[in-house]
């Protein structure tokens, strides 16, 4: 079965700290998709990113990155000189061929908190 | 263009209560979910629809039913509200697949007394 863990439950930073979310994942296919979202105080969740299984090249978009390893099974995410409109409940997602590719599967979410 | 919306945004319920949250989407996405949020949970999928007339259960689909009869809507029911059901419930849509990003709605916060 699919499974997805975010082993860090809360991480409290200072303002321009860097700071690396981990994530790690379980599936027996190989063709799968990864994700992380973010939900500010306001609840609502946004999409930051999605990468296939066949695409380990790292990516980055302004102060954000991520690094995905599949020796490792992991995607972490990195958050570069952290502000504070950072802080939120950040998740991390998988959708693979056990739900048909119909739903994710997500972690339970790390909590960063980035202080000024 | 509003994206996805819930119908309410709070509610209190008293056990065995019966309530339908709304959940509408006018971006013409095929795949809807029902979510709910509980803290130290994360997300768990309740129901989902991969098109109008379909519904299929989720991680958690107990207490719950579902309708899809228009496309742009997708509908939870609670027949027999229970405390285990107090939580925050977030509806998403996806254009096609499971893999394409997923627009939430704002939640719904419920609580049964």
């Known amino acids: 079965a699919q499974k997805v863990t975010q082993a860090q439950t809360e991480i409290s930073v200072v303002e321009k700290e860097d700071v690396t979310l981990d994530c790690v994942y379980e599936?027996?296919?190989?063709?799968?998709?990864l994700f992380w979202y973010k939900q500010p105080p306001s609840g609502e969740l946004v999409f930051l990113i999605r990468?296939?299984?066949?695409?380990?090249q790292n990516e980055i978009s302004g102060r954000y990155s991520w690094n995905f390893q599949k020796s490792t099974s992991s995607f972490n995410f990195t958050i570069t000189a952290s502000q504070v409109v950072d802080s939120a409940v950040y998740f991390c997602a998988l959708s693979d061929p056990t739900s048909g590719y119909s739903t994710l599967t997500f972690g339970k979410g790390t909590m960063l908190l980035v202080s000024p | 263009n509003a994206g996805v919306t819930q119908t309410p945004k709070f509610r209190v319920l008293k056990t065995g209560q019966s309530m339908t949250l709304l959940c509408a989407q006018d971006m013409n996405h095929e795949y809807m979910y029902w979510y709910r949020q509980d803290p130290g949970m994360g997300l768990r999928l309740i129901h989902y629809s991969v098109g109008e007339g379909t519904t299929a259960k989720g991680e958690v689909p107990d207490g719950y039913n579902v309708s899809r009869l228009k496309k742009q809507n997708f509908l939870l029911g609670l027949e027999s509200a229970a405390p285990s059901q107090t939580s925050v419930y977030f509806c998403?849509?996806?254009?096609?697949?499971?893999?394409?990003?997923?627009?939430f709605g704002p939640g719904t916060r419920l609580t049964v007394t």
């Open positions: 990468r296939n299984s066949f695409d380990e």
């Open positions: 998403a849509s996806s254009l096609r697949q499971g893999w394409d990003e997923q627009y």
């Open positions: 599936t027996r296919d190989t063709t799968y998709y």
